[in-house]
């Protein structure tokens, strides 16, 4: 066992590491008990116009096709981007005035896929859920906030680590899962404590370091572009950009031809700030329970349509892609979002928990405790 | 008590947990069902923790 002194040690940073990003936790946990039921929660405040009922097998209408309806609607803007939605056969056209949009200068066409028909033209894409996960993700405050709430994912896995080491030292005594109600309130809220915290230590943990990474993969992903990017558009330096695309049907063509086994998942118009100013970006993924987690995009030349690169993302993006689900809880129905919930609700008692046990310290058992472990260590020093 | 003691349940709760997290991530249908019941066992054991004091005061009475 440790002795005392170390004891000490980890017991202070857990107190430290807690108190820093205690706020920022209460606001993610609470804004991320929505958040789990996102999808149900957008079709309930948002119900939208479902596609024709067509085989999955049936052919895609023209993408172009849709491309010119929506500028025809919006003949000011530029098209941005082509999504594909994972549970219906509807794509998102969306229109940018631009090219750095923020998700609020977006408009946005959505089409059947299948028989290429105009299905709605939402008006208000700024949902209650897009407002909770700006909130839960960055406070408002873009990649600063985002980056921000990182560390404080981070001072919560460090904090979850000390915890589960002191608590060793505080159970020395007590059988697992003691919940004593009789006596002090403290005595109480202490076991609370202790016993929530050691039992959904596991999944806190899993949530708390995939926060930090998804924290992360804005920076990755620009670093990965900045280390890719400049290689592949040398062939072009000097050259003028196209006055005319090659159609974007051709674009996903050879995108699909590249990477077979794989779905068209979004395709990027050519855009300096986020993709290529030469390139359709096409992501695609996999198509299996873990896959279909994996993106990978394919560089088509925007002038002629054909193939420029089609390659897996480096292991560090990968990882990110693969743990996002880990974080957001929505890999295994309804069932496990209810799951979700009940641990977060678990991980907000924690946290209250140590705020009471924090604000009601004074001349405490927790403190008594170390000291008494203190002393001891040092009568044993003295003989 | 000694330390095996101390963190005996925590470690098998948290053997539990990850297992259950991965059961979902890498198959459908029954491999959701499965971290469906492993994920439920960490909340089963906090309730029954919170619930034997009273338990035990209804038993003495």
Known sequence: ???????????????????????????????????????????????????????????????????????????????????????????????????????????????????????????????????????????????????????????????????????????????????????????????????????????????????????????????WRAQTLPALLAPYRGKPLPNHLAPVDVAVDTAAKALPGMEISSVLFPNPVFGSPRHYVVWTRGKTAVTSRLFTPALIDAEHGTLTVARALPWYLRTIEVSRPLHFGDYGGLPLKIIWALLDVMTILVLVSGVYLWVSKRNTPVANELDQMIAMERLEAVR | MTRNQIYGWPAVLAVIIFAGLLSALFGDGAWDAISWVLLFVPLGVIVACLLRPLKKRNSTL
């Not at chain 1, 789990?36 to 957008?42: A, I, K, P, Q």
């Open chain 1, 1 to 223: 066992m440790m002795n005392a002194r170390t004891v000490r040690t980890w017991y202070r940073l857990h107190k430290w590491t807690s108190l820093i990003c205690t706020v920022f936790l209460l606001i993610a946990c609470i804004t991320g008990l929505p958040l789990v039921f996102s999808d149900e929660l957008n079709d309930l405040l948002q119900p939208h116009v479902h596609p024709a009922s067509l085989p999955a097998s049936a052919p895609v209408a023209s993408l172009d096709r849709m491309v010119e309806q929506t500028r025809a609607i919006y003949p000011m803007l530029h098209p941005f981007a082509l999504g594909w939605d994972d549970d219906e056969p509807r794509i998102f056209v969306s229109m940018t005035p631009v090219p750095d949009p923020k998700p609020s200068d977006l408009h946005v066409v959505i089409f059947d896929a299948h028989t290429g028909r105009k299905l709605e033209q939402p008006n208000n894409l700024n949902s209650v859920t897009t407002f909770l996960l700006r909130l839960h993700r960055e406070l408002f405050l873009d990649l600063p906030g985002e980056l921000f709430m990182g560390v404080m994912a981070l001072c919560f896995v460090i904090s979850l680590i000390s915890g589960a080491l002191v608590y060793g030292p505080f159970m020395r005594r007590l059988r697992f899962g003691t919940y004593r109600t009789q006596g002090v309130a403290r005595t109480r809220w202490f076991d609370l404590h202790n016993l929530v915290g050691i039992i959904t230590l596991a999944w806190t943990l899993v949530v708390g370091a995939t926060g930090v990474m998804n924290a992360l993969s804005i920076p990755l992903f620009n670093l």
